[in-house]
């Protein structure tokens, strides 16, 4: 058993069990800390996988940026705890039948296709090093310019479309 | 030396959670944050497909679902302030005025 393989099982067990413990936590807060732990763990599982670039944007983007938005919104609507409404019957074991169903097919289709067989090695000290940044930013602005504009006009239009939405009416209708 | 099919699955694991999340939580707070393990789980996936071809175009794809989520997320928060702003509830069994 090599280090890289026991590291990745620590890092899958505090993955799942961070992951059940967002879906299964009743208080909102709970559910968004233990969504920015997976963030974070799934980082460090992107550093392993000798990716950095995108390692530290998951944790400035999502287990910063977005995760601090998600908390401001639940204090700020108070919805830590909803209070129980009815639900439809059997839905939760119908959600849990189609999950397993899911699972069960993915580890299906490894087991008996294998289509993806490889072994991804220890990242070689290329990747830890800036070169590894400069090719990253030399393809995002030669080879893929025309989807990283595009992505610049869709943050412009969400920004847009954020503040139209939460904008005070004038004259005070509501 | 990793296999590259437990990442795999990992990640279809990760996808199931974020999938029952939005399936059986109430709260559509909790539902986007199921979306957003969802759309890292797919991240997952392609950083290692692009770790085990070695080359760089899946980190470079993983850059753009970030980009996209972000977006994602800062207008559907604000739907999500609106919406309780005009019913003084967010609770997604309530929200049913299309409904005949």
Redesign the interface.
């Given at each position: 058993m090599s280090i890289d393989l026991i590291l990745f099982l620590i890092l899958a067990v505090v993955a799942l069990a961070t992951a059940l413990g967002m879906l299964l936590s009743k208080h909102a807060v709970y559910s968004a800390l233990f969504l920015v732990l997976n963030f974070a763990t799934i980082a460090v599982f992107y550093l392993l996988l000798g990716a950095p670039f995108i390692a530290i944007s998951q944790v400035t983007v999502y287990a910063g940026a977005i995760m601090v938005l998600f908390l401001f919104v639940i204090m700020l609507l108070g919805s830590e705890v909803l209070a129980p409404s009815k639900v439809l019957r059997g839905q939760r074991w119908a959600a849990f039948g189609l999950a397993v169903v899911l699972v069960a097919e993915t580890v299906y289709l490894l087991v008996s296709r294998h289509a993806a067989v490889g072994v991804i090695a220890r990242p070689d000290a290329f990747l830890n090093t800036m070169d590894s940044l400069r090719e990253i930013g030399t393809a995002l602005f030669t080879q893929y310019l025309l989807p990283f504009e595009v992505t610049s006009i869709l943050l412009l239009v969400a920004m847009v479309g954020a503040i139209v939405l939460t904008k005070q009416e004038k004259g005070g209708q509501k | 030396?990793?296999?590259?099919?437990?990442?795999?699955?990992?990640s279809?694991?990760?996808?199931?959670?974020?999938?029952?999340?939005v399936?059986?939580?109430?709260?559509p707070?909790?539902i986007?944050?199921?979306v957003?393990?969802m759309l890292?789980a797919a991240?997952?996936a392609f950083?290692?497909?692009?770790?085990?071809h070695g080359s760089?175009?899946g980190?470079?794809f993983?850059?753009?679902v970030?980009?996209?989520?972000?977006?994602?997320?800062?207008?559907g928060?604000?739907?999500?302030?609106?919406i309780?702003?005009?019913r003084h509830s967010?609770?997604v069994?309530?929200m049913n005025s299309l409904k005949g």
């Open positions: - | 030396m990793v296999d590259i099919s437990y990442y795999i699955l990992l279809a694991v990760l996808f199931t959670i974020g999938a029952m999340g399936l059986v939580r109430r709260n707070l909790i986007f944050m199921s957003e393990l890292n991240n997952l950083v290692s497909f692009a770790s085990m760089l175009d980190q470079i993983v850059f753009f970030m980009t996209v989520a972000a977006a994602e997320v800062a207008v928060l604000a739907l999500i302030v609106q309780f702003k005009s967010i609770n069994d309530e």
